[in-house]
């Protein structure tokens, strides 16, 4: 609770000097409305010139709206992910994280299919590919947002209708932000309102059919998007459970009834959905992807859900939108508008609850961005109703006209998360990952340039398992074997069980153990693991050499190569440090006593797991060991020394 305060004390706070911003934006309501309620032989000229002037508008929106996407371009590292699956299919390695690991790490399967297959026929890098993919699909959604909305729209035909939805979408932050990213948010977004548009206004069977597609597609991009299809169904039935309802005994004849019939069609697509869950059954083993255990999807954490759930009701002011909506409800008079209404408030409920109940995710509005085209028209929609219903009658024109001036406030968001901070267990991911450049795809992180970096060294043959956090850029550019320590792409790990909740997705960690059955060699992201810094820490990106990399075990021949190719790396010479403690404990000139003894044993079982084990070098064990007896008392003593081969 003291968290839910704190986020909308906040909100308050930084929605203060963005007053008169939001006045302006109120008056430039009024105005729309003044516009939008001359009747029809007013205006702009006759209806041909009209529907020219809203083109234009909507375009205007639209070339906005782009441009704001692009100014503020982000690549999300997440993104990474899906595009190193992509590339490994591309390369004919199979949908796979690391060749010859079928684990599912990714929960966007059409999404990377899809760029795989645009690599493989145009040849352009992903990366560039995932974010013309993402402004393309925000430049479909915002265009189909402003067709719907007019479609959708009580007022006479000759009546001007400004594209408030495409506006909206155009200009708030959180909607704006996946406008790039790489992510398939946007794709997703996409699919949902042309699934919504197409099942609103299906007056047969064949319209049913093409939403159901669209839905269909979306829970292939994103399995949580069965709750929009299951919504869309249960909305389509609607009718056929009314029948039922009105005549119990009809139900027989009902089956055989158009409603029933077009409820198929809408679901007939599933059939999609359900081939693919066949496929990974048999593809990774399993009925569900990885990141469903890695994020503890399965667990409930409300508290979360609901910073999550108030921190997006408050900064895109997507409470305002909700007051709109709820106005204007009860003004939806057309089949359409009602089955639109019904489908956005049915599906608000179930991906709310959802949402709340996992915890939502750390990415702020990520979840919810799908269902913000939806709530935009309804609002849309709610303002043109309530302007339609209030006829001539000037006080009540006058009263509608606040809505307009209440939708066009929310056009600018409130900033309640600094930059590159986490806040709540959330934060804003575009200013971590900024786009620098576009041809070729550059982004402004320490993570990009170390995937770089490393990459060169993968070129020229130096080839070690690695294991980090935050594995996209890392893992893509750099391309080695990658032990993901967050699960993301490891089984054992991600279906560990947790022992606290805190950042949603960030709760899984490897365990030591789990890192070392691994066979890693690099690892990034912890202290030094049991002392020994001088051996372990190691720069694989000199000159800044951040961050450092530790070694968990030492391969003479791959740190051969590493000084060959790389000289400013500067690996440690774990041979030198041997010799000279050999030459160290083979001088002692008095005998071991306890607490040296015990030092030495340490020292000995450290290089055995750390170098002996790894590399075949038994002639310097052996001294080791020579060294030891010599510097053994000469009384009696319990000590069991070190076997004369290493283990």
Not at 151 to 164: C, I, K, M, Q, V
Not at 263 to 289: D, F, M, N, Q, S
């Amino acid at each position: 609770m003291a968290d839910l305060l704190d986020i909308l004390r906040t909100y308050l706070l930084v929605t203060r000097p963005l007053t008169t911003v939001m006045l302006a934006l109120f008056a430039l309501g009024l105005v729309a409305w003044r516009v939008s309620a001359l009747p029809p032989g007013l205006g702009p000229g006759p209806i041909a010139r009209r529907r020219r002037v809203e083109r234009i508008l909507t375009a205007i929106v639209l070339l906005g709206g782009l441009a704001h996407a692009i100014h503020q371009a982000s690549l999300f590292d997440d993104a990474y992910i899906s595009l190193r699956y992509a590339r490994n299919l591309v390369e004919g390695h199979g949908l796979v994280f690391n060749v010859g690991q079928r684990v599912e790490g990714y929960t966007n399967f059409l999404w990377t299919v899809l760029l795989a297959g645009a690599n493989w026929v145009t040849g352009v890098e992903l990366p560039l590919l995932a974010l013309i993919g993402s402004l393309t699909a925000f430049a479909v959604t915002i265009l189909t947002a402003a067709r719907l909305g007019r479609r959708l729209s009580p007022s006479p035909a000759g009546t001007f209708h400004l594209p408030l939805a495409a506006a909206l979408l155009a200009t708030q932050a959180v909607f704006v932000e996946y406008g790039t990213t790489g992510m398939e948010t946007g794709f997703v977004a996409m699919l949902t309102i042309l699934g919504a548009g197409a099942f609103c206004f299906a007056t047969d069977r064949k319209g049913m059919r093409w939403a159901g597609v669209c839905f269909a597609l979306a829970t292939l991009t994103r399995p949580d998007h069965a709750l929009y299809y299951a919504a869309a169904v249960m909305v389509g039935a609607l009718p056929w459970l009314a029948t039922i309802a009105r005549r119990p005994p009809a139900f027989v004849a009902s089956l055989r009834s158009e409603d029933f019939a077009r409820v198929l069609h809408l679901a007939a697509p599933a059939l999609l959905v359900l081939l693919h869950l066949g496929w990974r059954r048999i593809y990774y083993g399993e009925w569900l992807p990885n990141t469903y255990y890695a994020k503890a999807a399965d667990q409930v954490y409300w508290q979360q859900g609901l910073r999550y759930l108030t921190a997006f009701l408050a900064a895109p002011h997507t409470w305002v939108l909700l007051v709109v909506i709820a106005w204007g409800y009860s003004r939806a008079t057309t089949l359409p508008a009602r089955r639109f209404f019904q489908l956005t408030l049915l599906t608000a409920v179930l991906v709310t609850a959802y949402l709340v109940k996992v915890g939502g995710g750390y990415m702020f509005g990520r979840f919810f961005v799908p269902l913000v085209p939806l709530v935009v028209v309804a609002a849309e929609h709610s303002v043109y109703a309530s302007l339609h219903r209030a006829g001539h009658n000037g006080p009540r024109r006058l009263k509608h006209a606040a809505l307009f001036g209440l939708l066009a406030s929310t056009a600018v968001s409130a900033q309640l998360f600094p930059v590159m901070q986490y806040r709540w267990n959330m934060n804003e991911q575009r200013s971590y990952y900024r786009v620098r450049s576009w041809f070729p795809v550059e982004v402004e992180h320490w993570a990009y340039d170390h995937g770089q970096q490393l990459g060169e060294l993968y070129d020229a043959g130096f080839r070690p398992k690695i294991a980090c956090s935050g594995i996209g850029m890392i893992s893509y550019y750099g391309r080695h074997e990658l032990f993901d320590t967050l699960g993301l792409t490891e089984k054992a790990v991600a279906r560990r069980r947790l022992s606290r909740r805190g950042i949603p997705g960030h709760e899984k960690m490897a365990t030591l153990e789990q890192i070392l059955e691994g066979e890693v060699q690099f690892l990034l992201g912890w202290g030094i693991v049991g002392g020994h810094d001088r051996l372990k820490k190691v720069c694989l990106t000199p000159p800044t050499c951040k961050p450092k990399w530790q070694l968990l075990y030492y391969d003479r021949d791959d740190m051969a190569l590493l000084r060959e190719i790389a000289p400013d790396a500067k690996p440690p010479k774990t041979e030198r440090h041997i010799d000279r403690y050999i030459r160290r404990l083979a001088r002692r000139k008095q005998p071991l006593d306890d607490r040296a003894h015990a030092r030495v044993m340490a020292k000995l079982a450290f290089l055995d797991d750390f170098y002996f084990q790894h590399n075949d070098d038994d002639a310097r064990r052996q001294r080791f060991v020579r060294a030891y007896e010599q510097a053994l008392p000469a009384y009696p003593h319990s000590w069991d020394g070190p076997v004369a081969t290493k283990p």
